[in-house]
């Protein structure tokens, strides 16, 4: 069974920084493309950061230099390194992984960022 878990949300002041954490199963790991997206709410899904198994990567204008999208293979992690938050940061951030087709997600994790 592929199970994607998201870890490390939270709440924080603006200006301040996070590391989210994204664990898939270990038979989902090679081969595929790992994304960050998130949802506010009232607003739809958008994607932050993505990351191949070859380490390219691409962001989100709206995150360009403040947020890091990085993986460990040896430990089946991808992590989301977000510097600089600011209020509409805050939403729920949830992982993807895409692999031959399929696209499993995780539950999510909030994200609140104070003014």
């Known amino acids: 069974q592929v199970q994607v878990v998201e870890s490390g949300g939270g709440l924080v002041q603006a200006g301040g920084s996070l590391r989210l954490s994204c664990v898939a199963s270990?038979?989902?790991?090679?081969?595929?493309?790992i994304g960050w997206y998130r949802q506010a709410p009232g607003k739809q899904r958008e994607s932050v950061a993505v990351?191949?198994?070859?380490?390219?990567?691409r962001y989100a204008d709206s995150v360009q230099g403040r947020f890091t999208i990085s993986r460990d293979n040896a430990k089946n992690t991808v992590y989301l390194q977000m510097n600089s938050l600011k209020p509409e940061d805050t939403a729920v951030y949830y992982c993807?992984?895409?692999?031959?087709?399929?696209?499993?997600w995780g539950q999510g994790t909030q994200v609140t960022v104070s003014s």
């Open positions: 993807s992984v895409s692999r031959y087709g399929a696209i499993y």
């Open positions: 270990r038979n989902t790991f090679m081969n595929n493309v």
């Open positions: 990351i191949t198994s070859g380490g390219s990567t």
